[in-house]
């Protein structure tokens, strides 16, 4: 099983495994992206996605604070994000690293270093990440509806610990936050709701 580490850095990076897929149409996109803001968000929330070259582009400009990221179609399962506008620097860092051939410790560490440094700009207050995934066969790429999607949340605060936080550093009961990272530039609170069990 994939660690959410390894996860996030998949998901700040633009991954693509897969031969170049057509994307769906801007509107899919958008919709679907939406998907994983909280509702009174999605109206004024900025979205990016793909053209058809496979290049991450703008789709739509908000107005409010949170960003939504489509979902690549060159990658396998689907998955769409949205995040405070105070994580993109971090975010985009993430894909430009990928793109140029780096794997997930490099990225993790230069992000560390340049964090550290200051020229990586991080959130200077807590700011979540909303991500909400489902398999392929659940999803209409040509109007972007999705069945049966999966939504988890993130809040990322730099150089958080344990001890400054009160959480502990795995989950001992369904849904319960905890932290990851700690201590770094990448230290966040994960929280993982149950998934619902399909009906017979």
């Known amino acids: 099983m994939i660690s959410f580490a390894a996860f996030a850095v998949l998901l700040s990076a633009g991954f693509s495994s897969r031969a170049q897929t057509a994307s769906p149409p ?9 998907l ?3 509702s009174e968000k999605q109206k004024d929330a900025t979205v990016l ?9 703008e789709l739509r400009k908000g107005t409010n604070e949170m960003v939504c990221l489509a979902d690549d179609p060159n ?9 405070h506008r105070e994580l993109d620097p971090f975010m985009a860092r993430g894909r430009e690293l990928k793109k140029a051939g780096k794997a997930s410790k490099e990225i993790f560490d230069t992000r560390e270093q340049e964090a550290k440094s200051g020229k990586l700009k991080m959130p200077k207050q807590a700011s979540t990440l909303f991500v909400y995934t489902a398999e392929d066969d659940q999803v209409n790429p040509e109007t972007g ?10 809040v990322y605060i730099p150089y958080a610990t344990a001890e400054s936080t009160g959480l502990p550093l795995k989950p001992e009961a369904p849904a319960m936050p905890w932290i990851m990272h700690p201590g770094t530039h990448g230290a966040h609170i994960m929280i993982s709701p149950p998934k619902e069990k399909a009906t017979e």
């Open 26 to 34: 801007p509107e899919a996109q958008i919709k679907a992206a939406l």
């Open 36 to 38: 994983a803001a909280p």
């Open 49 to 57: 996605g793909y053209n058809q070259k496979g290049e991450l582009v």
């Open 75 to 83: 990658q396998k399962g689907f998955s769409v994000s949205c995040y």
């Open 145 to 154: 509806e999705v069945k049966d999607g999966y939504l988890r949340y993130v």
